[in-house]
């Protein structure tokens, strides 16, 4: 290999020239004649060494180091003593809120600044984006921690775990100095109970079917059925409980009751599972239905053995969060339900009945610091309960198990709901036989 023919290497990120090639003549094409030969007595001038040129470092928006957390200290601090000395020493303006969303303003302007001058315009742009987009998560986790801890502060000191789920407030005396030793909600607790039970019984079955039919049949009044569940998950849960009361309480049909509860929590079950468990169905890979559909399955068994079984964990997930939509509702209840203060056994169908959210209303109003206290130990079982149903509804739509892997389908699983209701024998493969 001759000299002219080298190429001298570089270490990464440095770009070198190469030899010259060879001469060439002025039309363009290489010149035959080989090149004269020197004498050894000639000294050959040295070939100047080409100057490294190194490239740019890439700018990745997303990393974050101790300069961009040393910008965002500084931008902080800067924001605070300008505000400061713009509310209390320039001008007369007041008001701890007013000095925190000035001062927020300042630290997301100054933050875009400094990096802008520091780093570049493009990553000034994404990190203030960013110190948006984080605010605003750490406000709304701030408020629910918030809630959950102001409501269990309130209620934990004075609960008597003995009596709060084992009476009601049947004998309950507002000037016993131990009342709350002989009170408790568990006439709530049941009302409860009963009537999101029978809401989820009714309006569940109802809700997947209205989701089935929106994703897989696809029949010509989808878009009249979509914008009728579109409005009625817009629509305010009073109005549930007046259309209930309108419809079947005043031209005595039923009378108040839990099942008339039920009903009116129904109207606000329905949309909300449908919207989740249609987008849930959109999920399932069309490749799996073409599967079903070529080995000869109809369209029915299809959804019931191959679509409902692959988003079992969205379904339930759904289920979940609605039951928790629904838990704490109160303005159907007192259309509906109107309250009571004994547990009813037998007159679900036919007496008023009580509810965790109605105890909570009627007595958190009240002048006795016992009914107050009442009330924020009901508030502490219903926020239990949601707090529950949401840590359930995310362990089911968790697609993976604690080991990370993916879970495996027992056997026959797909098949599963298809044996216990459909009366029809799942043919087996030769190999099985």
């Known amino acids: 290999m001759t000299p002219e023919n080298t190429i001298r290497t570089a270490p990464h990120g440095i770009l070198v020239e ?53 910008i965002l200290i500084m931008a902080a601090v800067s924001s605070l003593c300008l505000v400061w000395v713009v509310f209390y020493q320039l001008t007369s303006l007041s008001g701890g809120l007013g000095f925190l969303v000035c001062w927020y303003i300042g630290f997301v302007a100054l933050t875009w600044i400094a990096t802008a001058q520091v780093i570049e315009r493009q990553v000034a742009t994404d990190r203030a984006v960013a110190v948006v987009v984080v605010s605003a998560a750490m406000l709304i986790v701030a408020i629910v921690v918030f809630i959950v801890a102001w409501v269990a502060y309130k209620a934990i000191p004075s609960i008597h775990w003995g009596s709060l789920f084992t009476k009601d407030q049947k004998s309950f005396v507002v000037t016993d100095p131990n009342a709350l030793d002989h009170v408790g909600v568990v006439h709530a607790v049941i009302g409860t109970l009963e009537q999101v039970l029978v809401a989820v019984l009714i309006g569940v079955p109802f809700a997947i079917a209205t989701a089935v039919y929106l994703n897989e049949v696809k029949g010509w009044g989808v878009k009249t059925v979509r914008t009728v569940v579109t409005a009625m998950s817009g629509t305010p849960s009073v109005v549930a409980g007046i259309f209930i009361y309108s419809m079947l309480i005043l031209t005595h049909v039923l009378t108040y009751s839990g099942f008339a509860a039920s009903l009116a929590l129904v109207v606000i079950l329905l949309p909300s599972v449908t919207r989740v468990v249609e987008e849930v169905l959109r999920v399932v890979p069309s490749g799996l239905r073409e599967a079903s559909l070529a080995l000869g399955a109809p369209e029915w068994r299809t959804v019931w053995s191959v679509v409902l079984p692959t988003a079992r964990s969205g379904v339930v997930t759904a289920v979940l969060l609605g039951i ?31 509810a965790l959210p109605l105890v909570i209303f009627s007595d958190v109003r009240q002048a006795q610091p016992v009914l107050i206290n ?41 098949d599963l709901m298809a044996r216990l209701f459909v009366p029809i024998p799942i043919e087996q493969n030769e190999e099985n036989r």
């Open 18 to 70: 190469t030899t010259s090639a060879p001469a060439s003549t002025a039309d363009g094409r290489q010149d035959p004649r080989p090149p004269e030969p020197t004498s050894p007595n000639t000294a050959t001038p040295p070939t100047p060494t080409p100057r490294p040129r190194r490239l740019p470092s890439p700018i990745r928006p997303s990393a974050f180091g101790t300069q961009d957390a040393m």
């Open 374 to 414: 009442l009330a924020f130990q009901a508030a502490f079982v219903l926020m239990s309960i949601v707090l529950v149903l949401f840590v359930l509804a995310r362990i089911f739509s968790r697609p993976k198990g604690k080991n990370g892997k993916r879970m495996k389908p027992g056997p026959n699983d797909d």
């Open 324 to 354: 928790a939509r629904i838990v704490g509702e109160t303005a159907p209840l007192l259309f509906t339900a109107f309250g009571s203060q004994v547990v009813n056994w037998r007159g679900y169908f036919n007496h008023d009945q009580g």
